[in-house]
């Protein structure tokens, strides 16, 4: 074999060996998010979404793998966890509330009317005003946002009025002013992780749960719920988070490309919603589950002031800011 024959036969293997090794490099930033949903919720999809944009646009610089339905920790303690800097990112709302007071407008009870008007406002002064207050109180960047659909209350007794909850129990997540809401409007509150809410119900320790109807399907609620009472007292969000510690440690052009990145998760995310709301509906009714309409005047009135008179006086005046302003 002539010698130049001999060198590129020893080349070939030699730049096949190292390209496999440049291939299977090491990330940069390999980023970890711990979430509360099951795979086929739309968030799950939306992180998973999001996840291959960001590896396929950083050239591999950064991957993000996605651990659903608490496996990796319970909200609360995925938050923590983000803070001292064990994993990356999740998504939450007014949980945060326990850390900065304005995020209890993420899901105030009868605060809003309607999805659009919380589009209205995370466009405008509280949009800004919550991604200052959660990345100073609380160490969590939000990159955008997820419409969770209302929050409705399920049951095995109709509750078309607010007389129809007494004595009733209900699992809420641990946000104060849930417990100011239902125990105002008659009902017992019990704070409780979503991941025990199904076997507290099959054994009577509680009686209702409420939750977006994505949450009530996902986590099987039609097994052990039959009513679903179209309260619609909450129209919420949820903020796909990410530590600040950690989004600081990225180079400037990966900033730039995570927060892009980002902002095509959420437009993702949205089609999803739009696309499985009423797929979601009729799955619920299929499985035995009836809606029900309430007289919801009757348990806006029954809440009445409640969850305002818990309210510092800047949070009082920033929610009749937002009611004048039409926000």
């Not at 919720?41 to 939306?46: G, Q, S």
Request: proline content about 6%; hydrophobic content about 40%.
């Amino acid at each position: 074999m002539r010698p130049f024959g001999r060198l590129i036969s020893f080349l070939l293997p030699l730049v096949a060996l190292l390209s496999c090794r440049s291939a299977e490099r090491e990330p940069e930033f390999l980023l970890r998010a711990s979430l509360l949903v099951a795979e086929d919720h739309t968030w799950y999809r939306a992180f998973e979404y999001f996840g291959e944009i960001l590896e396929e646009r950083t050239d591999g610089r950064m991957v993000l793998q996605t651990y659903p339905s608490e496996q990796l920790a319970k909200e609360i303690e995925a938050i923590r966890m983000i803070q001292s800097g064990v994993i990356d990112m999740t998504s939450t709302s007014s949980l945060l509330s326990n850390w900065t007071e304005i995020m209890s407008f993420c899901e105030m009870p009868f605060y809003m009317e309607s999805m659009e008007e919380v589009d209205s406002l995370m466009a405008g002064t509280l949009g800004e005003r919550i991604e200052e207050a959660m990345i100073r109180d609380t160490g969590l960047r939000p990159v955008g946002y997820f419409q969770a659909g209302p929050r409705h209350l399920t049951s095995n007794r109709p509750i078309l009025h607010p007389d129809d909850l007494t004595g009733l129990v209900i699992r809420i997540p641990n946000i104060p002013a849930f417990v100011t809401a239902w125990d105002a409007l008659g009902a017992k509150a019990i704070p409780m992780a979503f991941s025990e809410a199904f076997t507290s119900l099959q054994q009577g320790v509680i009686n209702a749960q409420e939750n977006p109807l994505p949450l009530t399907k996902m986590a099987g609620f039609y097994e052990v719920q039959q009513y679903v009472n179209l309260t619609s007292h909450v129209f919420g969000w949820t903020h796909p988070v990410i530590g600040e510690k950690q989004f600081q440690q990225f180079p400037d052009d990966l900033k730039k490309i995570f927060l892009e990145c980002a902002r095509d998760m959420q437009i993702y995310e949205r089609e999803l919603f739009h696309a499985n709301a009423q797929e979601t509906r009729q799955f619920l009714e299929d499985a035995g589950m009836e809606f029900l309409e309430v007289d919801r005047p009757a348990f806006v009135a029954g809440c009445g002031d409640a969850v305002y008179n818990t309210l510092s006086p800047e949070m009082q005046q920033l929610y009749r800011e937002l009611k004048s302003s039409g926000q």
